[in-house]
């Protein structure tokens, strides 16, 4: 309820509502065609591809952790609890961002956030020896 709350007060206030008071199977077919027509629809689905494969990886990272950073099962585990936290944070502050910057700064905002999470992964990949185990 409170993460409801929250999202719905942090909402940008230019969003729009639905346009079709009406539905139909017609519309709905018409719907789909601009969909499939539309690069900004083949974008949007690729983004949401993509951020399917991060959470692939947020599932493996714990046994990643413990293969190439020789962390024990636990500390490999709270390693791995950083990046559930981390997106989160990312969608919070996002979303801030695009209600007091506007939509063009609420994109550059995103474009940060995607540079700051591929420089960590790298940063992972590369540094071995990074000081994991935060006990």
Same mark, same amino acid.
């Given at each position: 309820?409170? !993460?409801?709350? @929250?999202?719905?007060?942090i909402r940008p206030e230019d969003m729009a509502g639905p346009? #079709? *008071?009406?539905? &139909? !199977?017609?519309? *709905?077919?018409?719907?789909? +065609? +601009?969909?499939?027509?539309?690069? =900004? ?7 949401? $591809? ?7 990886? $947020?599932?493996?990272? +714990?046994?990643?952790? *413990? #293969?190439?950073?020789?962390?024990? %099962?636990? =500390?490999? &585990? ?6 559930? @936290?981390?997106? +989160?944070?990312?969608l919070i502050s996002g979303a801030a961002f695009s209600t007091l910057l506007g939509v063009q700064?609420?994109?550059?905002? %995103?474009?940060? %956030? @995607? $540079?700051?999470? $591929? ?5 992972? %990949? ?5 000081? !994991?185990?935060?006990?």
């Open positions: 309820v409170s !993460l409801v709350f @929250v999202s719905s007060s346009r #079709d *008071q009406d539905p &139909s !199977l017609f519309k *709905q077919a018409g719907k789909w +065609a +601009a969909l499939i027509t539309s690069l =900004e629809g083949w974008l949007a689905l690729f983004t949401l $591809i993509g951020t399917y494969f991060g959470w692939a990886l $947020i599932n493996y990272a +714990a046994v990643l952790f *413990q #293969d190439v950073h020789k962390l024990e %099962h636990g =500390e490999a &585990s709270a390693a791995a609890s950083c990046f559930p @936290v981390g997106m +989160a944070l990312g700064g609420g994109r550059i905002a %995103h474009v940060l %956030h @995607v $540079i700051v999470g $591929i420089a960590a992964i790298t940063t992972l %990949h590369f540094w071995k020896g990074a000081p !994991l185990n935060w006990t």
